[in-house]
Antibody, heavy 120, light 108 residues
Framework: EVELLESGGGLVQPGGSLRLSCEAS????????MNWVRQAPGKGLEWISH????????KYADSVKGRFTVSKDDAKNSLYLLMNSLRAEDTAVYYC?????????????WGQGTMVTVGS | DIQMTQSPSSLSASIGDRVTITCRAS??????LNWYQQKPGKAPKLLIF???SLQSGVPSRFSGTESGTDYTLTITSLQPEDFATYYC??????????FGGGTKVQIK
């Protein structure tokens, strides 16, 4: 079964750091472009980061640029998001999502999400 | 950045109704438009990609069309399991990728 499983969320103080992980199973992870999308409580979806299958192309939303770093380890079938200088407005459920092999950037497989709460 | 204006933000409908949700792009994006369904506490689910292609396993009552910079998601006969929030997403070559604000479909 094709699956993504996020972990690493939790409560962190403003200015702190957190690393999220997303473990893939059921498909050849190294062949796929991956993204992180977040959703603040009661709000809509916000795309925050993209990494190409090779890892050579990385993109960020302006809201996280310079603070968040996306990476991947194909040997571990895992995607990561290192979040530094966290702010209250980063509080959200964070999803990793796979881009469809049919292209068009469609996100066809999503993890269950991991909650990040920034506060004291 | 490309903005996606989604309307309405919410609607009430009955079982069996035909429901239409619209997204308008701030500039031309071709067929780089996808639709998702999200139920409370769950991850989004891909319904339509490339503006009009039905994702595998999605019921045929869901369909998507495009006209210029306007995109429409139609549910031909609303079923109980369709009450959810729907989002459009543009994935044109220019980042950032952007989602519409969402449309909550509620029971009338």
């Amino acid at each position: 079964e094709v699956e993504l499983l996020e972990s690493g969320g939790g409560l962190v103080q403003p200015g702190g750091s957190l690393r999220l992980s997303c473990e893939a199973s059921g498909f050849r992870f190294s062949n796929y472009e991956m993204n992180w999308v977040r959703q603040a409580p009661g709000k809509g979806l916000e795309w925050i980061s993209h990494i190409s299958s090779s890892g050579s192309i990385i993109k960020y939303a302006d809201s996280v640029k310079g603070r968040f770093t996306v990476s991947k380890d194909d040997a571990k079938n895992s995607l990561y998001l290192l979040m530094n200088s966290l702010r209250a407005e980063d509080t959200a459920v964070y999803y990793c999502a796979r881009e469809s092999p049919y292209g068009f950037g469609a996100l066809d497989v999503w993890g269950q999400g991991t909650m990040v709460t920034v506060g004291s | 950045d490309i903005q996606m204006t989604q309307s309405p933000s919410s609607l009430s409908a009955s079982i069996g109704d035909r429901v239409t949700i619209t997204c308008r792009a701030s500039q031309y994006i071709g067929t780089y438009l996808n639709w998702y369904q999200q139920k409370p506490g769950k991850a989004p689910k891909l319904l339509i990609f490339a503006a009009s292609s039905l994702q595998s396993g999605v019921p045929s009552r869901f369909s998507g069309t495009e006209s210029g910079t306007d995109y429409t998601l139609t549910i031909t006969s609303l079923q109980p399991e369709d009450f959810a929030t729907y989002y459009c997403q543009q994935t044109n070559s220019a980042f950032p990728l952007t989602f519409g604000g969402g449309t909550k479909v509620q029971i009338k």
